[in-house]
């Protein structure tokens, strides 16, 4: 039982990534259903509409003013199902509110179950998806305000995020948004990264236009702009980004040999020194790769860890499948591999030529390759 108290952060027990709240009757009866329906989710309601099979059922019971209850849960949950009305849900949560890159989606179901309507967070903090996941499981009708998915148009700040990509600076993601709602001319210039952004099965708008490269854009002269590449931009290319958001895709293949006992400090500093030569972004790494040997090489593992980068080995015969343009006897004597780095980044990368061919620095050997646009 949590017992609410004016200036107490009540204790919750969080198990799931959602929390539905009740505080009615119909409310209750709403909650127990759609609780079975999401099962990374946690119910919190009233005390005095207990079942007696809460505690099996993992509900948690409150008592006192449910307003004291979103301070908890604020911190705890992605997003929050609440069966209250809209205005109270406002004023509540109100006080809570500190920015959208931090903001649980909030999502608001009337006591009838009719309407499920998206509150807060709606890109971001997954309150749209979420809306339209809650009113199918009740068969309600879903309410979603936000001008890009109205329109069916790109939604800026969820960019490619369903692949990994990464915004450089979200300073410019409003009135970027502005211009695509506001149907203004919009560029969006791909020179890496996955393809398949366009989610709608209706023609790309007809204010949006895709180009191969920066210097195609700026020709065009568009209002704005999202530009995908995993290439620190040149100083004349950096005007397209006057009213434009640049997003890192997930595409450079590190190949990383070293010799045991090599520190990460040494292995962090030849990535970060290779990818400033190679003019790469170090937000567009997605794996670094190497020999099986190197599995639990305590220096590379921190490295990737750090980074949350992925991490993927080969034993030498793969390694060995690969044509290489510097194979090393010396190598194979001590792997039974004729390289590392080299074949390790086109094996992952599924590429037979390279942006870096084969470093050596110090301690460790590095080769880089970038992922074919899919």
């Known amino acids: 039982?949590?017992?609410?108290?004016?200036g107490e952060i009540p204790v919750i027990e969080r198990r799931g990534d959602y929390a539905i709240i009740a505080i009615t009757?119909?409310?209750?009866?709403?909650?127990?259903k759609l609780q079975r329906a999401f099962s990374r989710s946690d119910l919190y309601y009233m005390s005095k509409f207990e079942r007696g099979d809460e505690t099996a059922r993992g509900i948690q019971l409150f008592e006192g003013s449910v307003r004291l209850l979103f301070p908890a849960l604020f911190p705890a949950y992605k997003g929050l199902i609440i069966i209250i009305s809209l205005g109270a849900v406002i004023r509540m949560i109100a006080p809570l509110l500190e920015d959208k890159k931090k903001d649980p989606g909030i999502v608001v179901i009337d006591d009838k179950g009719e309407h499920v309507i998206s509150v807060l967070s709606g890109h971001l903090g997954g309150a749209n998806e979420l809306t339209r996941e809650v009113a199918a499981a009740l068969g309600a009708r879903p309410v979603i305000t936000t001008a890009s998915d109205v329109q069916g148009t790109i939604a800026v700040d969820l960019f490619g995020r369903r692949f990994g990509w990464e915004w450089e600076s979200a300073d410019k993601l409003t009135p970027v948004s502005a211009s695509v709602v506001n149907e203004e001319q919009v560029a969006v210039v791909q020179e890496s990264g996955e393809t398949g952004w366009w989610l709608y099965s209706t023609p790309l708008p007809a204010n949006i236009r895709v180009y191969a490269t920066v210097t195609e854009a700026l020709a065009a002269q568009p209002k704005a702009a999202l530009v995908v590449t995993h290439r620190v931009l040149s100083p004349g290319e950096e005007a397209i980004l006057a009213?434009?958001?640049?997003?890192?895709?997930k595409v450079i293949a590190l190949?990383?040999?070293?010799?045991?006992?090599?520190?990460?400090?040494?292995?962090?500093?030849?990535?970060?020194?290779t990818l400033a030569e190679l003019k790469f972004s170090p937000r567009s790494v997605k794996s670094v790769c190497t020999i099986d040997l190197k599995q639990d090489e305590e220096g590379l593992l921190a490295v990737?860890?750090?980074n949350g980068w992925a991490f993927e080995t080969y034993t030498p015969e793969q390694l060995n499948t690969v044509p290489m343009d510097e194979p090393s006897d010396t190598v194979y004597k001590y792997t039974g591999a004729?390289?590392?780095?080299?074949?390790?980044?086109?094996l992952y990368a599924g590429v037979s030529q390279l942006a870096l061919v084969k470093k050596k620095s110090g301690n460790v050997t590095i080769s880089v390759a970038v992922i074919p646009s899919a």
């Open 1 to 6: 039982m949590i017992t609410l108290s004016e």
């Open 338 to 346: 004729y390289g590392v780095s080299e074949p390790a980044a086109k």
């Open 304 to 306: 990737v860890q750090k």
């Open 243 to 249: 009213n434009g958001v640049l997003y890192r895709p």
């Open 255 to 273: 190949g990383i040999g070293c010799n045991r006992g090599t520190a990460a400090e040494e292995i962090e500093a030849v990535i970060a020194e």
């Open 25 to 32: 009757k119909h409310g209750v009866e709403m909650a127990r």
